[in-house]
């Protein structure tokens, strides 16, 4: 199994600026690309941007050039810079992240951050 912790969200006005962390912990399974989604209110999950194990990234137009996803490999942690902030990127933030062991595939979730952006 991949567990999955979600930390830095918080409440930051427009503008501003905020690092999510997902921590992943992983027993027998290879974690491959990861990706973190975010559900505004009254709204579907949507996925903002997703990185490769070879760190090779993909933004939604929404946040193309604010936020910044990475990855360190060696700690299995993954990284969202979001800067310029808008009240529309107001949501809760999941990290998602595939992983493999042999022909077995998996996706896990973690529980979610909450970002909220103020006018």
């Known amino acids: 199994q991949v567990h999955l912790v979600e930390s830095g969200g918080g409440s930051v006005q427009a503008g501003g600026s905020l690092r999510l962390s997902c921590a992943a912990s992983a027993t027998i399974f290879t974690i491959n690309a990861m990706g973190w989604y975010r559900q505004a209110p009254g709204k579907q999950r949507e996925l903002i941007a997703d990185?490769?194990?070879?760190?090779?990234?993909d933004y939604a137009d929404s946040v193309k050039g604010r936020f910044t996803i990475s990855r360190n490999n060696a700690n299995n942690i993954m990284f969202l810079q979001m800067n310029s902030l808008k009240p529309e990127d107001t949501g809760v933030y999941y990290c998602?992240?595939?992983?493999?062991?042999?022909?077995?595939?998996?996706?896990?979730w973690g529980q979610g951050t909450q970002v909220t952006v103020d006018i």
């Open positions: 990185i490769t194990s070879r760190g090779i990234t």
């Open positions: 998602n992240a595939e992983a493999s062991r042999g022909y077995s595939r998996i996706a896990s």
